[in-house]
Each structure stands twice: as C-alpha cells, then as structure tokens.
C-alpha cells in the first residue's frame, strides 16, 4: 500500500469513529490489565460478563490476593482457560503489590515480567491505559493488515513493526482499536465484508466479495 493510500486509509477509519475505543470494560489501568490477561482465546463478551461480577467484589492487586485463586476461579470459570488465567492473575497481583505498589508499571520491561502477559497484552496497556503509540497484534489485525497490503509479515512480530513504520504518526495511536474493530465487523476471517468496506478501493485483497452483511 503506498503512503497516500495508508493516510486515506486511517483517515477514512478516523471519520467513521473519531474516537474508538476497547470493548472490554474497565475503569483504571488494572481493571484493563486484568481484562486483557482474561481475554486470551475469550470473546470481550465473555470477559465483560465475568469482570462485571468480579470487579465489584475486586478490582486492585490486594483486593484479587485477598479474594484468593480458589475464589477467583468461581468469579472466571465462564472464560476459557480459566485455571491458568487464575493463576497467572494472582501471581501478577502478587508482584504489583510486592514490586509495584499495587499499581500498574508504565513501561514493557515490566509488564511483560508479570505471568501471563505477554507483549500483545503489555501493547494493549501501554496504548489503551497510558496513551501510547504502540499496536498491539491480534488476530483480527494480523488478517488486515496481511489481506488489505498495510503491512504485510509472516508473523506478528514482524507486522507489528510493520505497521510502527507504515502507519503515519497522527493515526499511530487510535491505530490499534481501528484495526481491531475493522477486523472483527467488516474484513472478517471467513467472510468479508468487501461490499460495505470503506476502505475497498485502497486494498489489495484479490479475492473481495460483494458481502454487505
């Protein structure tokens, strides 16, 4: 895709949603930090409905340590993969309270030591939470950025520094949320939905469909 092509892009994606956001609910960088870790091979969906019971009762490090794995599984067992998450969570919280007191740190190093979270999940705190420019790759934005020509790789990493160099400045960090959200309602894996895309003429997709829903 040439630079022309990519402002148009994200300009296009800006004036349909000026200001995306996550669909994980939240309310402070832990909260999103929790939800991100839960939402591994789970739908938003499915963590919203855990976190809207779980937060209530705990929504800082301390709180999770005192609620206590056994417990915290019966608030996620609706998520998938929920014995690991619970442990991971704890153990995180573990390492707030100890190293961090209790909030969550600003930069990857440290995120990225906290069990179960990776640089996807660390990406996605770093951007949503503290407001900076990183992208985080998913699936949905692996395929997008693979299928339209944005910035092609084999591998998340090499798309995530893809799009660091192909996306311009001025939509670096809303850039994450327009591509995630365009992978999961219009350039879907099965089936795209070329024919309500905003973006159709500045893809490369050879095989587009005339799909509006």
Not at 82 to 91: E, S, T
Request: proline share 6%; glycine share 6%.
């Amino acid at each position: 895709m040439k630079p022309a092509d990519r402002v148009a892009f994200f300009t296009r994606l800006r004036d349909l949603n000026p200001k995306p956001k996550t669909e994980l609910e939240y309310s402070s960088p832990f909260e999103l930090l929790a939800a991100v870790l839960l939402s591994a091979q789970a739908t938003d969906v499915g963590v919203n409905k855990a976190t809207r019971k779980l937060f209530p009762v705990a929504n800082t490090p301390a709180a999770v340590l005192a609620l206590g794995e056994e417990k915290l599984k019966g608030f996620i067992n609706t998520i998938g993969l929920y014995n690991a998450k619970a442990a991971h969570l704890i153990a995180a919280c573990r390492i707030l309270v100890e190293k961090h007191h209790g909030e969550v740190p600003q930069d990857r190093a440290s995120l990225e030591a906290l069990p179960g979270v990776g640089r996807k999940t660390a990406n996605v705190v770093l951007n949503t939470a503290f407001g900076q420019p990183t992208i985080a790759v998913d699936t949905h934005i692996f395929r997008v950025a693979n299928r339209t020509g944005l910035a092609p790789g084999k591998n998340v990493d090499a798309v995530e520094q893809k799009l660091l160099k192909n996306v311009p400045l001025e939509f670096r960090l809303d850039a994450h949320h327009w591509l995630i959200l365009h992978g999961r309602y219009t350039c879907k894996a099965r089936k795209p939905l070329c024919g309500a895309c905003p973006v159709r003429d500045l893809c490369s997709f050879k095989q587009k469909t005339d799909a509006t829903e």
